[in-house]
């Protein structure tokens, strides 16, 4: 007994010190878990509507597109607003048939690489931090590239739905992808 007794006293400061940092380490944890959580919770299910950005979509039909993609509208239809902003996410090797819209539609390439084509012009290759303007009633296509999958912000106007004006085919698309690839 008197042992403990003498082992206890010859703590140094260190050790103390020690001790008291680990009682304030668990005072906060305890502090965060019942005061600043519950607020966490309650801030959660606030009266606002919001989305996210991360979230990876609906898997969209294919309608007018080969491959694979997903589509996450994070504003639509907000008359308040008068624009669009849609999140899609195209597999490699995946294409939009050619389009128009009834506004200015404005292209931000968030992750991997995609072509872009205007009618009558050169397609080109589009990267991660590439921002392009589609002027109103251009016709256009965009997809991920041959072997890169690409995610992208689309800001359109709500005035009209998208008008579809040619099926855009593999062949061409595969020619698009041989010509950008040599380059």
Same mark, same amino acid.
């Given at each position: ?5 003498? *082992? /206890?006293?010859?703590? =140094? #400061?260190?050790?103390?010190? +020690? ?5 304030? $380490?668990?005072? &906060? ?11 966490? *919770? /309650?801030?959660?299910? =606030? #009266?606002?509507?919001?989305? +996210? ?5 609906? $898997?969209?039909? &294919? ?121």
């Amino acid at each position: 007994m008197a042992d403990w007794v003498i *082992s /206890v006293f010859a703590l =140094s #400061a260190n050790d103390i010190e +020690s001790i008291n940092f680990q009682k304030d $380490k668990m005072r &906060n944890c305890i502090f965060v878990l019942f005061i600043i959580a519950p607020l966490y *919770s /309650v801030a959660q299910d =606030s #009266a606002y509507t919001v989305s +996210s950005y991360f979230t990876e979509g609906t $898997k969209a039909p &294919n309608t007018h597109y080969i491959g694979e993609a997903w589509l996450n509208a994070i504003i639509h239809d907000d008359a308040e607003l008068g624009y669009n902003i849609t999140k899609a996410t195209f597999r490699a090797n995946s294409t939009l048939d050619w389009h128009k819209h009834g506004s200015a539609q404005v292209l931000i390439i968030v992750d991997g690489e995609a072509y872009y084509q205007e009618r009558g012009k050169e397609p080109v290759i589009l990267k991660e931090g590439d921002v392009i303007k589609c002027e109103k009633d251009i016709e256009h296509w965009h997809s991920s590239t041959k072997n890169s999958d690409v995610t992208y912000l689309a800001l359109y106007g709500g005035e009209q739905p998208t008008i579809w004006t040619e099926v855009l085919s593999q062949e061409y698309y595969d020619k698009v992808a041989d010509k950008l690839k040599s380059n």
